[in-house]
T-cell receptor, first 114, second 116 residues
Framework: GENVEQHPSTLSVQEGDSAVIKCTYS??????FPWYKQELGKRPQLIID?????GEKKDQRIAVTLNKTAKHFSLHITETQPEDSAVYFC?????????????FGTGTQLKVEL | NAGVTQTPKFQVLKTGQSMTLQCAQD?????MYWYRQDPGMGLRLIYY???????DKGEVPNGYNVSRLNKREFSLRLESAAPSQTSVYFC???????????????FGPGTRLTVL
């Protein structure tokens, strides 16, 4: 099955700096790569996703890049703010003839310090 | 429009007890999922239901059963709870359109389960 590795497990940045979180996946058939943000005690919420037919996608201060050849994808957050502090999860999806079986990374605890 | 709802929010069980976690969505989504979240391990898929009337195992199905009661509801049952099943359980749903099985999953608020 699919295996997703995520690094780093913790990341501390100064407010205004950029943060980068990296993930690798094992199954070349994966074609959907979402990123979720989870605040303490809350549910995971989608912040951005990318499909395998594009290499980069941007939404305001958040961007995701995908390298299919190397089987890795990254989340970039620019001009970080204290409200960006949370756990971020990457995931990859394998087609299963129905449904969307996501395999998640183990998460990155991002702390934005004032 | 409540999205995905789960009951209960918290539960404490003794080893060997059984219980059912309930999940419902009002977004008319085809697919529903059950995940468990443990510290340092991310979210792991327990079971999923691609459409009403179908269920399939995920990564960690042992010790669980599911029922897709109708299009809205998907329940997770622990027949004989074990301490290893202490976790936070999330239900999710997504709309699967023809030829595109990679749509956004929306999560419920979670159920925090402790098995003593």
């Amino acid at each position: 099955g699919e295996n997703v590795e995520q690094h780093p497990s913790t990341l501390s940045v100064q407010e205004g700096d950029s943060a980068v979180i990296k993930c690798t996946y094992s199954d070349s058939a994966s074609n959907y790569f979402p990123w979720y943000k989870q605040e303490l005690g809350k549910r995971p919420q989608l912040i951005i996703d990318i499909r395998s037919n594009v290499g980069e996608k941007k939404d305001q201060r958040i961007a995701v890049t995908l390298n299919k050849t190397a089987k890795h994808f990254s989340l970039h957050i620019t001009e970080t703010q204290p409200e960006d502090s949370a756990v971020y999860f990457c995931a990859a999806s394998i087609e299963s003839g129905g449904g969307n079986k996501l395999t998640f990374g183990t998460g990155t605890q991002l702390k934005v310090e004032l | 429009n409540a999205g995905v709802t789960q009951t209960p929010k918290f539960q404490v069980l003794k080893t060997g007890q059984s219980m059912t976690l309930q999940c419902a969505q009002d977004m008319n989504h085809n697919s529903m999922y059950w995940y468990r979240q443990d510290p340092g391990m991310g979210l792991r898929l327990i079971y999923y239901s691609a459409s009403e009337g179908t269920t399939d195992k995920g990564e960690v199905p042992n010790g669980y059963n599911v029922s897709r009661l109708n299009k809205r509801e998907f329940s997770l049952r622990l027949e004989s709870a074990a301490p290893s099943q202490t976790s936070v359980y999330f239900c999710a749903s997504s709309e699967v359109r023809l030829g595109r099985a990679t749509d956004t999953q929306y999560f419920g608020p979670g159920t925090r389960l402790t098995v003593l």
